[in-house]
């Protein structure tokens, strides 16, 4: 017997008078209601109601047992809600800075479909560690290696002016050669500044032959994207953000330079969802392929 369900009736109809209006109160049936109180009557032994008269009265050991089915209904209901909060409770995720607004508020609408409730936390690659490490946010989306990714955003080179070449050799910037093109800067954005990437580009320009300035970090991406705008400096990026700053993009010679996310979860539900329901929507973000 669902003690919950009969005592739910039980109430109802107590504070009624009627089964008729009890039930109707309670959203079931006069038969559903006449069965579960007299179950419950039967699990406790006793006559909850007087039916010996046209009006429903309590018995005294109904009145009795009243104040206690009370408390037993309204702690099953704020069970109910606090079960309803705990579903819906907002999942702070750290996500790349880099994210464009307008796909993470797509995102966030995305996760709702899904019943989950996105709390997004821009920040930087070594900010996002931090705080995943220190359960300061549920998830994040951490810079990997390319072979440990979920996603993988490719990486190339983006100018104010379109490129001669269908790929970018890094020969073609040492100083001394055409005076447009000496010193010709690499720019690398805060979010690219870690050492799967940012060390094997600086390796790569100093074979090349690359002054050791030639590969810098800039300090923000909106500052790197300006002298990209305004200069013949070049900004390490992904299509997706060449594309959104108006600038032409050409991929890079040599090793390739893929930037790699993966999820860090302090609840393995968490990862799940992200990983699998979410997949494609989290790539949109990012600029990868889903």
Sequence with gaps: MDVVAACRAFVAVS????????????????????????????????RLFDRSS???????????????????VDLADAMADDAERARLRPLRVAVPEICPPHRLAAL????????????????????????CQTLEVGAGLVAVTEAAASWRVPLGLAARTPFPA?????????????????????????EDDVAHLRDPLTRAGQSAGLAPAQVTVAPSLVDAAATALSSPDL????????????????????????????????????????????????????????
Aim: some cysteine; overall charge positive.
């Design 15 to 46: 504070g009624h008078g009627s089964f008729t209006s009890g039930a109707a109160a309670a959203g079931i049936p006069q038969s559903v209601a006449s069965r579960r109180i007299a179950g419950l009557e039967e699990h406790f032994g006793a």
């Design 54 to 72: 046209r009006a429903v009265r309590l018995t005294p050991f109904g009145q009795d047992m009243l104040p206690t089915a009370r408390r037993l």
């Design 108 to 131: 966030v609408v995305a996760s709702r479909r899904h019943r989950l409730d996105l709390e997004v936390r821009p920040a930087g690659p070594q900010e996002r560690a931090r705080l």
């Design 166 to 190: 269908s790929t970018v050799f890094l020969e073609t910037l040492r100083s001394g050669r055409a005076r447009t093109q000496a010193r010709r800067r690499i720019l690398i954005q805060p």
């Design 235 to 290: 900004l390490l990026c992904s299509r997706q953000q060449a594309e959104d700053f108006g600038l032409h993009w050409c991929p890079l010679a040599g090793p390739p330079l893929v930037r790699g996310y993966d999820i860090a979860a302090g609840l393995r539900e968490d990862l799940e969802q992200l990983r699998t329901v979410l997949h494609a929507d989290l790539a949109q973000c990012l600029g990868a392929a889903a």
